[in-house]
């Protein structure tokens, strides 16, 4: 438990320094990081140890970067190379670490044994890589690189061995190809905007008449860049999409160039800039990474001596510069910074484009340490260059803004900061549309950091001001509505201007689900929902500030969960569709399951065609769709919703997948109060959910600080545990039960939000004193919302005719043997005889146990598990063949189940979220069984003994399989704790990692 903390506060560090960028926090991560990394045993065999070594070793390098200390450099090759020799860690990243700590010493030093070493682990990385991944020419490029920068420093004769593209087809215009260039050129010279349309009709019609390849090229061209030419101005994601399908064609081809065909550096570059934009709108990274390797390949393609090739190393520096800022990747960074000042110093001043190359080198300098005051420079450069009418003013206004609030933040120097905010004002008068909004979020920044430099209060309004704006505007995306949103919350919480903050927070909260849409895969979903940490729990309290407590209980469920929200609305709710309205279930379960299907596999698959076939198409749509095309995915979904309204329509189901309402919320209290637990820099509450209404203990004393000043001890383990239990005890627990009416030990369900959600509050206690602990008192539950337990009671009834399904890993590849896992596989025979399927050692597959989970009524597994740090849907059971096929919480919670009643998961670390940032969206194994259809789930939030888990696990099913009713496993798990207790009172820690989940 303390390890788990002290992992969490180094990643948090980490965190914290790619947010702000400074030396000291870099420091403080590293030795955070070293302080975590002592905790576990050298080359153990624990994952955890492994990511912590990859994540130390990287910002080792980073600070060699900064410092040119070997010991740092030689610090970050070592943790690197115990990280990519572990056996089971992520062998890619920890391979693509390893390279950048090599190349950065070896740059510096040049000593063949790293030139060595570097290009053997480049070959691995491109041995990594798959060969149909975008990365692979990345890694391909960077092989060459290396091998290249070998030879040169050794004198060495090298030939670059990788392939190139021969050319593209070239074809020809046709009247209609003449007519729409005509419209064009009439834009480019102040013609009408509208005229726009009438040009892409136009080379529609031509490139349906093109008959010879030539002819077909040149219309494409033309299309694509007339689509993304009306896409900036009427943001229609239909036209992004048909671009990227164009563009995706022309630079797929190959063969020998045409005569008057487009040069291929052209087609891949401007493919690369369509995804660039198509990852803007949609957030997922593919499109991104996509996008670098389209603009490397153009960057490469065109040749180096060429007059215009500093046009390719300004894009491909853009989109590395978005990539490094998504991944806060240091290396990708300064990759970027070095093509921006290549691109720089190589466009003349005549250019008119130059001032947009300053103004991007300026950009890119304002976060690099003591680079500010060049970043300025470079600022004031292009807006001389680009005064106003220049195409470019706006942009060279927004780039010496925010150098120039930079270097008023870190001086405290009012005349910077308030000639920013000239300059960003000057940029919103000068706009409109979405780049006037975006403008206002900027200078909506400059005013931030003026008023928590200098303390004005007319900052601080002018800033509300301008995010409200942002906030309100309904044709913004939904991720800066909601930043802006927060953050207009945020200062509106410093003023304590109350009622103000809690609508900002509120508006926020409300946008949150469409941050993470489901066209954009899992794990882009999990990162971008994971920014917005304790946004809920900060808007509860608000509200809480102002009296209303129904309407924070309301802004809890909606904000937590959202992911999880999404799967269970549309079982639950569906049944009650199937029984009343069975077409319109058939047909929105079609479209449902062909959305889950495309977010289940970027590539797609047999599953997501059979699921399109049964989908009418579109009149236009001539070919099959594809999961890669996000404007396929948009147009699905939008059919998807539009069955929504008509299923919204019909009586009884006007509230079908809403999100619940307080009295609903309420009366899911029937069996037992509800505790939830918020946890807030505004305020701590508990708020019980009682049948008689909603009750509200504040928890004094408890902050987001205290709690992590309560954890943080050096004290061996028995130590902290004791403290921390009892500090739990005073502070959360006793409040709590105090209000409660404790007759006759009734249920009661935790539902813990922020770093409380890991802690074991039905463990909470003074263990050594009779009556001060939870256990004396209450059969504790939890759930990971209210919603979830709702959906677990739907599913709750007890069904006595399914098998017992035993998994047993006694000997998983690659990790400690598990002694105890026969033994309890062993007693289920004993208690369930004749009932009981065991999957034991090579029978416990992917497969196999998935198919034996259909049909049965208790799962239980005996084996090792991984939580993943920051990606929950990632987090996996270990089965025979893991390495392969792992058991996933996303696989598992794509099941659907219809006769479970009960998984025991004795695996470790089972309860597990994967960290404090994603405790929002409350994945973890123990949720996903629940998803899947088994309304009770006894999990382990941390990793726990052999011989425990084997006594825990006996006394459970003594009890539960001589009990009946509902609340069988939770008075089951409750009795066993209390058995291990009354044997072993010192030693809580034993017990207390096992939680009983759901119904």
């Given amino acids: 438990m303390l390890r788990k903390f002290h992992v969490d506060r180094a990643y948090r560090a980490r965190k914290q320094f790619f947010a702000e960028k400074t030396r000291p926090n870099l420091d403080r991560a590293i030795d955070l990081l070293t302080a975590a990394l002592r905790r576990f045993p050298p080359y153990s065999d624990d994952v955890e140890r492994v990511l912590l070594a990859l994540n130390l070793g990287n910002l080792l390098t980073v600070r060699f970067k900064w410092t040119k200390t070997r010991a740092d450099v030689n610090a970050a090759v070592e943790c690197l190379r115990e990280a990519a020799d572990h056996p089971h860690g992520p062998r890619h990243l920890c391979a693509m670490g390893l390279t950048e700590a090599l190349e950065a010493r070896y740059t510096h030093y040049f000593e063949d044994e790293d030139a060595r070493e570097l290009i053997d682990m480049r070959r691995e990385v491109l041995r990594l890589t798959p060969g149909n991944r975008p990365e692979h020419v990345a890694a391909l490029l960077a092989l060459d ?111 020998e160039p045409v005569d008057g065909m487009p040069p291929v550096e052209v087609v891949l570059d401007t493919f690369a800039r369509t995804l660039h934009t198509a990852f803007k709108h949609t957030g997922a990274m593919h499109y991104l990474k996509k996008a670098v390797t389209y603009a490397c390949r153009a960057e490469r393609e065109h040749p180096a001596d060429g007059e215009t090739h500093y046009t390719y190393q300004y894009n491909l520096s853009i989109a590395l510069g978005t990539l490094a800022d998504e991944t806060d990747n240091d290396a990708t960074r300064d990759k970027a910074l070095r093509f921006i000042r290549s691109a720089n110093d190589a466009c003349p001043d005549s250019n008119p484009r130059k001032p947009s190359y300053l103004s991007r080198l300026s950009s890119a300098l304002r976060d690099v340490p003591g680079e500010v005051d060049e970043a300025v420079r470079f600022g004031r450069a292009a807006l001389a260059l680009a005064g106003p009418g220049h195409q470019h003013h706006v942009e060279a206004l927004k780039a010496l803004g925010a150098a120039l609030m930079r270097r008023g933040k870190a001086t405290a120097h009012a005349g910077d900061l308030d000639e920013a905010i000239r300059h960003m004002g000057a940029a919103v008068a000068a706009t409109r549309g979405r780049i006037h909004h975006e403008s206002l979020v900027d200078l909506a920044v400059c005013h931030v950091a003026r008023y928590e430099t200098l303390h004005d209060e007319e900052s601080r309004r002018a800033a509300v001001a301008a995010l409200r704006v942002v906030a309100g505007w309904p044709l913004g995306t939904p991720d800066r509505r909601v930043d802006a949103a927060r953050e207009w919350g945020y200062l509106e919480r410093l003023a304590g201007n109350w009622a103000e903050a809690a609508t900002a927070y509120e508006t926020a909260v409300e946008l949150l689900g469409h941050t993470a849409p489901s066209s954009i895969p899992v794990a882009d979903r999990n990162r971008v929902l994971g920014t917005r940490y304790g946004l809920a729990s900060d808007a509860a309290a608000c509200f809480l500030q102002i009296g209303d407590v129904e309407r924070a209980v309301e802004l809890l469920e909606l904000g937590r969960g959202v992911m999880l929200a999404r799967g269970i609305d549309a079982r639950s709710d569906l049944a009650e569709l199937t029984t009343a309205h069975p077409r319109l279930a058939e047909e929105f379960e079609r479209l449902r399951t062909a959305v889950d299907t495309m977010d289940a596999d970027e590539t797609g698959g047999q599953a ?117 239990f009892g500090w739990l005890w005073d502070m959360v627990a006793s409040p709590v039960l105090t209000r409660l009416d404790l007759s006759d030990h009734p249920r009661l369900w935790w539902c813990a939000t922020g770093v409380l959600s890991a802690l074991p509050l039905h463990a909470a206690g003074h263990h050594d004193r009779p009556g001060q602990s939870v256990v004396d008192h209450v059969v504790s539950s939890y759930t990971p919302t209210v919603r979830a337990l709702i959906h677990a009671r739907k599913h709750s009834a007890v069904r006595p005719g399914g098998p017992v399904v035993a998994v047993s890993m006694p000997s998983t590849p690659d990790q400690d043997t598990l002694p105890g896992a026969a033994a309890e596989v062993a007693l289920l025979s004993r208690e369930f005889p004749g009932s009981t399927v065991t999957l034991t050692g090579p029978q416990a597959t992917h497969t196999s146990v998935r198919e034996a989970l259909v049909g049965a009524r208790v799962a239980h597994f005996a084996c090792h598990a991984v939580a993943q740090p920051g990606e929950p849907s990632a987090s996996r059971l270990l089965l025979e063949d893991h390495e392969a096929h792992p058991l996933t919480v996303h696989d598992i919670s794509r099941l659907r189940l219809d006769s479970a009643e009960l998984a025991f998961l004795s695996a470790c670390e089972s309860a597990d979220s994967g960290g404090v940032t994603v405790a929002d969206e409350a994945l973890s194994l123990a949720v996903a069984f629940q998803l899947a259809g088994f309304p009770r789930v006894v999990a382990s939030l941390w990793p726990v003994s052999d011989t425990a888990a084997k006594r825990i696990v006996r006394d459970f099913y003594q009890v539960f399989a001589n009990t009946s009713g509902g609340d069988a496993a939770a008075k089951a798990l409750h009795e066993a704790a209390l058995r291990f207790r009354k044997r072993r009172p010192e030693l809580p820690f034993l017990w207390a990692p096992f939680i009983h989940s759901g119904a």
């Fill in 145 to 255: 690189r290396t091998i290249k920068l070998w030879a040169v420093a050794n004198d060495v004769p090298y030939e670059t061995r990788i392939p190139l593209d021969d050319g593209l087809r070239d074809d020809e215009s046709t009247r209609y190809l003449t007519s729409g260039v005509a419209v064009v050129r009439r834009l480019e010279h102040g013609g009408d905007p509208p005229e726009l349309d009438r040009a892409i009709r136009l080379v529609r019609h031509g490139l349906a008449l093109a008959v010879s390849p030539h002819r077909r090229t040149t219309c494409q061209v033309l299309l694509a860049w007339l689509l993304l030419k009306r896409y900036d101005i009427a943001h229609d994601t239909a036209d992004v999409d048909e671009a990227l399908k164009l563009w995706g064609k022309l630079a797929d081809v190959r063969g």
């Fill in 608 to 724: 997501f065609d059979d699921a399109m076939n049964l989908l009418p198409r579109d009149r236009g749509d001539r070919e099959p769709p594809s999961t890669g095309d996000f404007g396929w995915r948009e147009r699905l979904i939008a059919r998807r919703d539009a069955k929504l309204v008509e299923i919204r329509g019909q009586d009884g189901f006007e509230r079908f997948l809403l999100a619940p309402r307080a009295a609903d919320l309420v009366a899911a209290a029937s069996d037992g109060p509800i505790v939830i637990v918020n946890v807030s820099p505004v305020r701590c509450d508990a708020i019980i959910l009682d049948r008689g209404g909603i009750d509200l203990v504040a928890l004094e004393g408890v902050s987001p600080d205290s709690i992590e000043a309560a954890l943080d001890d050096d004290e061996d383990d028995y130590r902290w545990f004791t403290r921390s």
